[in-house]
Each structure stands twice: as C-alpha cells, then as structure tokens.
C-alpha cells in the first residue's frame, strides 16, 4: 500500500528589482530594488522508497544553464534545462555591458513585440522572469540546428554536402519561409529592421525560424527606446560592420537599407530591402560589400554603392543564379524605397508565380525560359493532345523517311 505526503511549501527568496523610473540614465539602484520570490521547480514527481510511493517537490532552480548560444542586441542568449518541464531551452538576458533604464525598456519591448507574434516562422515565447541577480530573461523555444550564415560559410568554402543539401530550389523555399515570418509581422504593424543571415536559424528538421527582434519597430515614427545608447553588440566572426548596433544608427550596417544607414524614416520597404540583401547573399555566398573596413565605407556603399544582379555574380562551386531570381532580387534592393516591393505580400506573390513558371521577360534568358515555360504548361493541361501530337509527328517523320527511300531505290 503506498502513502502520499503532502506537497512541501517552496520558499525561495532573492532581491530582485520593482519597477521605478530613473533619471540619467543609470542603473536601478539596489536601494530600490524590493525582495519577491525566485521560481523554483514546483512540479512533484514519485519517488519509491522502501517499496512505498512518495510524492516529492525537490525545489530545485527552475532553469539549470548548460552553454552560452550566442549574443546579440542587448542581450546575450543561454541553452538552459527547464527542470521542471524536463526539456531543453533558451533563456535571454540583457548583457552586463549594455544594462540601463533604456535597455530594460527595450528588452521589455522585445518580449511584448515577439508575444504578439504567434507564427512558425517565428521563435515563440515561453515565460518571463527576473533571476537571482535581479536581471530580467524571457524563455523562448530552443532551436536545434545552426545559424544561416554558418550555413552560407559552409557553402562559400565548397562543401559538397551542404551544397547538395542547399540547392537554389531549398534556398528558394528558405527565403520563403522568412517572407511569410516577416509578412505576418507587418500585419501587426512589426517592422523587424534587423534582418541578416546570422539572425536567420535552420532546424535540424528545416524548419526556418526569424530570430532576435530586439531593435523592432511597433511603427514608423515611434521613438526608439535605447535612443541617446551607444552599444555595438553580437558575436559576428566578420567583425562589427555585421554586428548589431543601436546609437545614432540603429540595426547591422551590411544590413541596413539606404534610409536606416541615413537615419531617415523606416517603414516595411526597409525590411524588403534587407531580405532581398539576404537572399542576394544566399544565392551568391558572399555579402556584395565584403572587403569595406570602416564604418564609414560601408554606410557609403550602403546608400550610393548599386548591388550587383546575383545572375552575373560568379562562384567557382555552383552555376549562375537562375536568371529570374537575379532579377527578383534586383528589384528588392534598389536604392530608392519607392523603387522595391512595396510589401513582403508582393515579393511573396511574385515568388509564388515563379514557381509556376510566370515571371517578367526582363532579358533574353527570362524570354527563353517563359517560352519554354508556356510550352510545358500546354502539355500539363494537355497530356492527351500532346500525347496525340507527339505521336503523328513522329509517324509523319517514319512516313517521310520511307517515302524517301521508297523513291531512292525506284
């Protein structure tokens, strides 16, 4: 016969800080901070002893850190173990360095921003909290796989397998993936103004997840919470021109569109320019301003310097960018907003009729391809009638040939 003893009371205690407004922009004084509960495990589990069940709460912390994920914003991202739930996730916390009244805003922001956005393509929000130290993290679903611009590394140095993995086609369906993440946002009024490869996780099952909206935008025109900050953050081994930054600019400098570099107004046309940059770089495995070392070169490049068509951009370890995708993209990063799409709904429409062979004859390689194209849409709708005319062109070919033989030996 088993016993069941009641469920212990967890009581767990640890300062941690109560909401105040500081002036100047300081940290919150401990003074002000006020004492509240630490989360602790609270599920119970079964524990056998001496042959008799007993219901048992360890009290364990709540997330035990296994490894640092990366950093990036204003925050730096941990793999933890959830004890409780038993799974594995990620927990993000503002960085030491870049702590202040105007960070915890923002990072509050974020936590809001991502809540909203309940979609596939987007990494979900578990909880939030504030930990032993008295600094805030939220829980979001751990994503197991590798960053997307790990994966252009792997396929800028040749590697077969990724090669074979990652064809123009599974490329094609990534990018697609990130338009139905960044249309939804629009939707909500989200503008993302951070995108770029390292932002951007595959899963070990290919799904594809939008990361870190630190720096989003609710709407145009609103003032950005770390404005007046000076902090450049993340861990690009390419160095700090792909690193996020917040200050008199905001955003990742290889990555912003010409408006955001200049500090001007930003709307959704910014982030069509930033995934067109990205699939630029998708499909020709390298950024079109690799090579520029200061700041100041790379936002000159950025506002005045054209990018490139990817159909006549050369790899030595793939062929040519199919030629409609090199004139999708050329549109998507045109200088002048009014210029692009004008929604991430009109660059995934487009996509879309691509995929169904319909696209603009913009040289003679798209004119050749449409041709071909309306030709193999004939035969789909009509299999009978092609079947029909394939056959008597091939008996009237037969006919010939023993027509002209029949009169070469008469």
């Known amino acids: 016969m088993s016993t069941t003893e009641p469920l212990p009371a967890l009581a767990l205690d640890a300062t941690v800080p109560s909401t105040h407004t500081v002036e100047g922009g300081g940290e919150v004084p401990s003074s002000q901070r006020s004492t509240a509960p630490i989360r602790g495990t609270v599920l119970p589990r079964v524990e056998i002893v001496d042959a008799q069940a007993r219901v048992v709460v360890e009290g364990r912390p709540r997330f035990e850190p296994l490894e640092l994920l990366g950093e990036g914003g204003h925050g730096e991202v941990t793999g933890v173990r959830d004890n409780d739930i038993g799974r594995r996730v990620a927990l993000k916390r503002l960085r030491a360095a870049v702590r202040s009244p105007g960070a915890a805003l ?43 611009e790990a994966i252009i590394e792997k396929l800028a140095a040749g590697d077969a397998r990724y090669h074979a993995r990652y064809s123009f086609e599974r490329r094609v369906q990534i990018f697609g993936a990130l338009l139905d993440a960044v249309a939804f946002a629009h939707e909500k009024g989200i503008v993302h103004r951070d995108i770029k490869p390292a932002n951007v996780m595959i899963g070990a099952y290919g799904e594809v997840v939008l990361m870190d909206w630190g720096i989003a935008k609710q ?16 861990s690009s081994r390419r160095g700090t ?144 009638l092609t079947t029909l005319g394939v056959v008597g062109s091939v008996l009237s070919v037969i006919a010939a040939v023993v027509f002209v033989a029949i009169r070469a030996f008469s």
């Not at 504030?130 to 197991?144: A, H, I, L, T």
């Not at 030629?323 to 907003?337: H, N, S, T």
Request: hydrophobic share 35%.
């Open 106 to 148: 923002r990072f509050a922001e974020e936590v809001r921003t991502v809540g909203q956005l309940e979609h596939p393509n987007i990494v979900p929000i578990h909880d939030v909290g504030v930990d032993e130290n008295g600094d805030y993290y939220f829980v979001m679903k751990y994503v197991d796989g590798e960053t997307l």
């Open 219 to 234: 709407k145009a025109g609103e003032r950005d919470a770390a404005a007046g900050e000076r902090a450049t953050t993340g």
């Open 241 to 384: 021109l792909f690193e996020t930054r917040v200050g008199d600019i905001v955003g990742t400098p290889a990555y912003m569109s010409p408006e955001q570099a200049s500090s001007g107004p930003v709307d959704e046309r910014s982030d069509v320019y930033a995934l067109s940059l990205l699939f630029h770089e998708l499909l020709c495995l390298r950024h079109p301003l690799d090579g520029k070392s200061t700041l100041e070169q790379m936002l000159h490049g950025v506002v005045h310097e054209p990018v490139p068509n990817p159909t006549f951009v050369s790899s030595p370890h793939q062929p040519a960018t199919p030629a409609e995708l090199g004139w999708f993209v050329k549109k998507g990063v045109e200088k002048e907003p009014a210029k692009r799409y004008q929604s991430v709904a009109e660059m995934r429409d487009r996509l879309a009729r691509r995929a169904e062979g319909s696209f603009p004859i913009q040289c003679p390689i798209t004119f050749a391809k449409t041709v071909l194209g309306v030709v193999r849409r004939f035969v789909d709708r009509h299999p009978l």
